[in-house]
Structure formats: C-alpha cells, structure tokens
C-alpha cells in the first residue's frame, strides 16, 4: 500500500481502529456520540470505515459541512446527501409541505430565497421527522461541526443568535427522537466543539448545555497493533531491506506517538528517497524533516492556531507560555512549579493559571499524571517539534 498522510483513505487502506469503532456502536445504543482529537488523528477515516461497515442496523450518513455558513446551507446539504443514498427516495413529505407553503411550488428548488432562509429551523426538524416516521435507524455523522458553528459565528447574516439556536435544535431534536431509537448523531470535529460553546457562554450569554447528555469519545494515536500493522501495509510490496522488522517499526511507533498521519508520513519520506535500507537513522531523517518543514505538512502549527484563535484572549498567552516551557522539560512538571514559572512572567493569580492548565489538558495537548496534578505533552513529536519551533 502506498503512503498517504493526508489523503482521503477508505476502504482497506483505513487500518485498524476496531476499537474506538466497537466503542462507538457501543455507545449509540444509548446516545449520540462527539467524537474528538486534534487536527489529522484519523476521525474522518474512523467515520468513513463505519460507514462502509455499518452495524446495528444503522444506516450511517457522513455528512461533511465544514463548507456550510449559514443554517440553511446545512439543511440543503442534508436533504441532497439524503438523497443520495436514498435513505428516502425522495418521500420528504412533511420538508415539501413547508417548502411549498413559503415558496408556493411544490418542486424543491431554490435554498437562497429570503422565506426559506429563516424558516430554516423548522426544514430541518421536518427533513428530520420525514426521517423517522420511516421504518429504518439513520446514524447521521457531522463531520467538522463546531468549525462550521464557528462559521455561524462570524458569519454576518447568522451571528450569535442563530449559533446558538442551531446547537439548541440539535439538542431538542435529539431530545425528541433518540429514544425512538431510529436515529442517532455523532458529532464530529477538529476544533472541540466544547470551545465553541464556551465561547458562547463567556461572550454571548449561552445558558444551555447542548452535548451534556452525549457520550465524547477521544481519538489518539493508534493502538501499538494496529500501528505496526500500518508500517507493514505501508512497507508492502517495495522490497525494502529491513534487518530488523520488529525493532524498525517499533521505532517509527514510538517516534510518532501511533498516530498514522506521521506513521504515512515516515513511510512517504522513505519512499521519496528511494534508499531500500530502512534503518534508524533513516527514520530519524524523516522526522526530523516533518519537524523542520517550512510547509508544515505534519499541520503542527494547528495546535497553536486552535490557541490563538478558540481560546479567550485571557488564556491565549498563558497557555502558549505554559507549553514553551514545558516542552524543554523531560519528564512531568508539577502544576505548583508551573505556576511559578507563570509568575516569573508576569503578576497573575493561581486561579487563571490552573484553568489554564485545565483548558490544555481537556483538549489534550497535556497529559497527567494520575492522582498528582503534574503534567507533561501528551504527544513527544508535538513536543518535540515545539521545542525546535517555539520553545
Ligand atoms: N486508520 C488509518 N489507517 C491508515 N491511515 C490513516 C488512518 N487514520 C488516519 N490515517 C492517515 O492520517 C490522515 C488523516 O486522517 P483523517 O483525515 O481521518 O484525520 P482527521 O482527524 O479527520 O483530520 P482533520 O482533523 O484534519 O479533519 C489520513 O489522510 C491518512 O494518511
Ligand atoms: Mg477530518
């Protein structure tokens, strides 16, 4: 199998990942899903081989709406990707009455007219309702939801009013369905969605908690298995010479933390240079490269922009501060000691530091130790690539 760190994988080439799969179907028995990691772990692919494999009698829609910037763009894509897979053939009976009833056609056509814009609440709860009164379990996947949230948020037309009623229809449709048990969600996304709604809360007022009843599974580097498994696929086929497969593989699982996007990139590196001998050293050179990319095709600088853009400006510098500094540690660090380094920096109180540290494990740039409040980066090729390029 030929590497592809980034490309849309499917099919047998997205590898492993039984677990978090079984963990997933487990989980929609009894509720809707969010489903979290940071940029390039690998969800898409996990929601793509779930679709390709559905269980339980669902019947799995991955719906991508990360090009979506107003509700009504949301509701469109919906009503055309079910379509496609002809979950209804075309029977939407109760989306066509209210079509019909604030354009006068009964054709469905046109998204962009004024009347159907801001009705776009009740077209979704009618596409919804056409849904279940099928016989059939519809598992929708929303692939990059809270960036397209975010989208609301800017855009003009929609703002914080329409964002958070947005989050609040979901809620209330799931509240109103799930126990039907014909229809379930996975929320997806890069960015937590649970930064989005804290926006909304810190600035905007937002009072409900629209994800509280749903199951959050974190994606992470792959299970030692299954990492192995993918150096294999990926090494199949080339004739390389590998004197010690076990101990090479090993060592490309370790330097990139399981996680496939850098496993494939390792591999694209390996092929790129036409060597045939694969040894340590090569693999150190193809880290080292993904470390030092000016195009930063390892995506590394995401985990400062989700900084600089989703948290409150309160927080932004004391988090990046926090990660420069811990990066040149080797082992865990004590929040005390991390709150000493803060005031080294500048007048601050315990309090703002702590949530500080909070916000960077919850969103898993930080790993702790368990029972004692110290922490180190959760990824080594994240830290170390922020030590080169920021510490
Ligand atoms: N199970 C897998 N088997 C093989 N390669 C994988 C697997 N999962 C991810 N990859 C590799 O990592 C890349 C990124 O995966 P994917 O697009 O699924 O991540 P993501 O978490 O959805 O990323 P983003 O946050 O950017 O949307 C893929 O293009 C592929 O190279
Ligand atoms: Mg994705």
């Known amino acids: 199998m030929k590497p592809n760190p980034g490309g849309i994988i499917t ?4 590898i492993d990942r039984e677990n978090e799969i079984n963990e997933i179907w487990h989980a929609l028995e009894n509720q809707s899903v969010v489903l979290t990691s940071e940029r390039r772990v690998g969800k898409t692919s996990v929601l793509r081989k779930m ?6 009698d669902w019947i799995p829609i991955l719906y991508m709406v990360e090009s979506k910037w107003h509700p009504i763009e949301f509701v469109e894509g919906l009503y055309e990707t079910l379509i496609e897979k002809e979950v209804l053939k075309n029977k939407f009976h109760k989306l066509k009455k209210f079509y019909t009833k604030y354009v ?19 077209l979704l709860e009618s596409a919804i309702e056409d849904i279940v009164s099928v016989n059939k379990r519809v598992l929708f996947m929303f692939d990059e939801l809270p960036l397209m949230v975010s989208h609301f948020l ?29 229809i379930t969600f996975i929320f ?28 959050i599974v974190v ?23 590998i004197s010690d497969k076990d101990k090479i593989f090993d060592d490309v699982c370790r ?20 060597k045939r001998k694969i040894t340590e050293k090569l693999i150190d050179d193809a880290i080292t490269h993904l470390l030092n990319d000016p195009k930063d095709e390892g995506f590394f600088n995401h985990y400062t922009d989700r900084i600089k853009t989703y948290y409150d400006p309160e927080f932004q510098k004391i988090a990046l501060f926090i990660l420069d500094k811990i990066c040149k540690e080797t082992g865990f660090l004590h929040e005390d000691k991390i709150i000493n380094l803060v005031k080294t920096y500048r007048e601050i109180e315990d309090e703002t530091v702590k949530e500080a540290i909070n916000l960077l494990w919850s969103d898993h740039y930080l790993l702790r130790k368990t029972n004692i409040r110290s922490y180190k980066f959760k990824y080594t090729i994240l830290k ?7 510490g």
């Open 11 to 14: 099919g047998e080439a997205i």
């Open 51 to 56: 679709e390709e494999n559905p269980k339980n």
């Open 104 to 122: 006068g056609g009964d054709q469905i056509g046109s998204w962009k007219l004024p009347q159907i814009k801001e009705n776009w609440k009740i």
């Open 154 to 182: 800017h855009n003009k037309e929609c703002g914080a009013k329409v964002s958070m009623e947005f989050l609040d229809t979901l809620r209330e449709i799931r509240n109103k369905y799930e126990t039907t048990k014909k």
């Open 188 to 215: 997806c996304g890069s960015i937590g969605i649970h930064l989005v709604i804290k926006d909304l809360k810190r600035n905007f007022g937002y009072n409900s908690d629209p994800i509280n009843n749903m199951k």
């Open 219 to 241: 994606i992470s580097g792959m299970n030692k298995s299954g990492a192995m498994l993918l150096c294999e696929k990926l090494t199949e086929g080339e004739n390389y010479q």
């Open 255 to 274: 330097k990139t933390d399981n996680i496939p996007f850098y496993i494939q990139h390792v591999f694209a590196f390996i092929l790129e240079s036409k």
């Open 384 to 390: 170390e690539w922020w030590k080169i390029n920021r």
